[in-house]
């Protein structure tokens, strides 16, 4: 995976933020599937056509890395193991060296060059994360070279790369990592919030519920139980961030005047056939699983999209189990989560075509809750990762989906890039 991703967003606004206004569940399917009926009738011209135009002078553009993808010195300082150690050296033979993080690009010990070849890209935001406390003068230091050159840093708090000691208790699935997490953001907040205007709770949390503890295909590489431990970790990660977000709101913005979110996965899914109802059905279904899975809780109602509870519910019912797999929030809880973002963060990869399947009960699993089968547009060219295409217009589709979904929210698109092999 290319460690820099191509950073979209508008002009940085940083007053502090108001929580959003409480907005009703989502029908099944949701009104957003106007935004097929508009789009997808497109003639393959049209949708491939070029548009030309100049970006506004305000527009700003950046790069963005995770810790573990640049920062090498994976053991220095008296650092610990993290969960992408103990999986990369775990990584078979044939995997080149530079696929583990021991020495990657080594910004740990070449930030001056770092500072120096940000300054020539002109970029005026940078995104990064893992704040370890052992690396706090690294960071003091990146953030204060930042700051000279007139770039915007954009922190996240946990870009997928949780202390191997915290996993060995149980990781994202013990309840104790709320807190957890809260103190390590308390403590990034009073240290770094000087100069950080824009936090990030985490980075993509349906792939560390699903893929990491799914699917295996990430750390911690769990796949024991993926009809409900995916459930859980994504239940404990929402709390986490909603969390995260008072303890911002409440103690640090009325001095530091930041913004907080979460940047959320939204690839696009278009219907196999949108003239067949069960078809747009599907590819609604598959947004509202993926994307709605933690936007529906932050920027709608507190509470799970209404497809998630029918599918999940109905399936756990005809599994012959006393109650849902799929987790319930308190309507004290459903307070604390609704509102938590103040823009809406957007990583947009790839468009895949959802096909209605009615999916395998057993095992139990949330891939086959969905009720859908998810294809490649195989006239896309394929890009450096086995599976995302380079689809330019579904992050168009995605947008307008998000503007009808959620009640237009300020969009920043923290995410938008096609894999390299270097």
């Given at each position: 995976?290319?460690?820099?991703?191509?950073?979209?967003?508008?002009?940085?606004?940083?007053?502090?933020?108001?929580?959003?206004?409480?907005?009703?569940?989502?029908?099944?399917?949701?009104?957003?599937?106007?935004?097929?009926?508009?789009?997808?009738?497109?003639?393959?011209?049209?949708?491939?056509?070029?548009?030309?135009?100049?970006?506004?002078?305000?527009?700003?553009?950046?790069?963005?890395?995770?810790?573990?993808?640049?920062?090498?010195?994976?053991?220095?300082?008296?650092?610990?193991?993290?969960?992408?150690?103990?999986?990369?050296?775990?990584?078979?033979?044939?995997?080149?060296?530079?696929?583990?993080?021991?020495?990657?690009?080594?910004?740990?010990?070449?930030?001056?060059?770092?500072?120096?070849?940000?300054?020539?890209?002109?970029?005026?935001?940078?995104?990064?994360?893992?704040?370890?406390?052992?690396?706090?003068?690294?960071?003091?230091?990146?953030?204060?070279?930042?700051?000279?050159?007139?770039?915007?840093p954009v922190?996240?708090?946990?870009?997928?790369?949780?202390?191997?000691?915290?996993?060995?208790?149980?990781?994202?699935?013990?309840?104790?990592?709320?807190?957890?997490?809260?103190?390590?953001?308390?403590?990034?907040?009073?240290?770094?919030?000087?100069?950080?205007?824009?936090?990030?709770?985490?980075?993509?949390?349906?792939?560390?519920?699903?893929?990491?503890?799914?699917?295996?295909?990430?750390?911690?590489?769990?796949?024991?139980?993926?009809?409900?431990?995916?459930?859980?970790?994504?239940?404990?990660?929402?709390?986490?961030?909603?969390?995260?977000?008072?303890?911002?709101?409440?103690?640090?913005?009325?001095?530091?005047?930041?913004?907080?979110?979460?940047?959320?996965?939204?690839?696009?899914?278009?219907?196999?056939?949108?003239?067949?109802?069960?078809?747009?059905?599907?590819?609604?279904?598959?947004?509202?699983?993926?994307?709605?899975?933690?936007?529906?809780?932050?920027?709608?109602?507190?509470?799970?999209?209404?497809?998630?509870?029918?599918?999940?519910?109905?399936?756990?019912?005809?599994?012959?189990?006393?109650?849902?797999?799929?987790?319930?929030?308190?309507?004290?809880?459903?307070?604390?989560?609704?509102?938590?973002?103040?823009?809406?963060?957007?990583?947009?990869?790839?468009?895949?075509?959802?096909?209605?399947?009615?999916?395998?009960?057993?095992?139990?699993?949330?891939?086959?809750?969905?009720?859908?089968?998810?294809?490649?547009?195989?006239?896309?060219?394929?890009?450096?990762?086995?599976?995302?295409?380079?689809?330019?217009?579904?992050?168009?589709?995605?947008?307008?989906?998000?503007?009808?979904?959620?009640?237009d929210p300020?969009?920043y698109v923290?995410?938008?890039?096609?894999?390299?092999?270097?």
């Amino acid at each position: 995976m290319a460690a820099c991703l191509l950073l979209l967003l508008t002009g940085l606004c940083l007053s502090g933020g108001v929580r959003s206004q409480f907005l009703s569940a989502s029908s099944v399917p949701s009104a957003a599937s106007a935004v097929w009926e508009k789009f997808s009738h497109w003639s393959e011209f049209h949708s491939r056509m070029y548009h030309y135009g100049t970006f506004p002078s305000d527009f700003l553009w950046g790069v963005m890395s995770s810790a573990y993808q640049i920062e090498g010195g994976w053991n220095a300082d008296g650092k610990g193991a993290s969960i992408w150690d103990t999986f990369t050296h775990k990584i078979p033979t044939f995997i080149p060296e530079a696929a583990t993080g021991d020495v990657a690009c080594d910004s740990y010990n070449k930030l001056d060059q770092d500072l120096n070849q940000i300054k020539a890209l002109g970029v005026r935001s940078y995104r990064t994360g893992d704040v370890n406390p052992k690396g706090v003068d690294y960071y003091n230091r990146l953030l204060d070279g930042l700051v000279s050159l007139n770039v915007t840093p954009v922190v996240t708090l946990y870009h997928w790369d949780l202390p191997q000691a915290l996993q060995d208790v149980g990781g994202w699935d013990n309840q104790d990592m709320i807190q957890h997490f809260n103190s390590y953001a308390d403590f990034c907040f009073k240290t770094f919030g000087d100069r950080v205007k824009f936090w990030i709770t985490f980075n993509d949390p349906f792939s560390v519920a699903w893929k990491g503890y799914g699917s295996g295909e990430m750390p911690p590489s769990l796949k024991v139980n993926p009809g409900q431990v995916p459930y859980r970790v994504g239940h404990i990660l929402l709390k986490a961030h909603a969390t995260v977000y008072h303890t911002y709101a409440d103690v640090y913005r009325p001095a530091q005047k930041g913004l907080v979110s979460v940047a959320l996965n939204a690839d696009w899914y278009e219907p196999l056939d949108v003239n067949v109802p069960r078809e747009l059905e599907a590819a609604d279904r598959a947004m509202q699983f993926r994307l709605g899975w933690f936007a529906h809780p932050i920027f709608k109602n507190g509470d799970y999209p209404e497809a998630m509870k029918y599918q999940v519910g109905n399936k756990s019912e005809i599994q012959r189990l006393s109650a849902s797999r799929l987790p319930t929030f308190t309507e004290e809880e459903k307070s604390f989560i609704r509102g938590t973002a103040d823009v809406f963060c957007v990583n947009h990869q790839t468009t895949r075509i959802a096909k209605y399947s009615t999916q395998q009960l057993t095992p139990h699993s949330y891939q086959y809750d969905w009720d859908v089968l998810e294809e490649e547009l195989m006239q896309f060219p394929q890009t450096g990762i086995q599976g995302p295409r380079a689809v330019p217009w579904g992050l168009r589709r995605v947008l307008n989906w998000i503007k009808q979904e959620y009640g237009d929210p300020e969009v920043y698109v923290t995410e938008n890039s096609m894999g390299t092999e270097r």
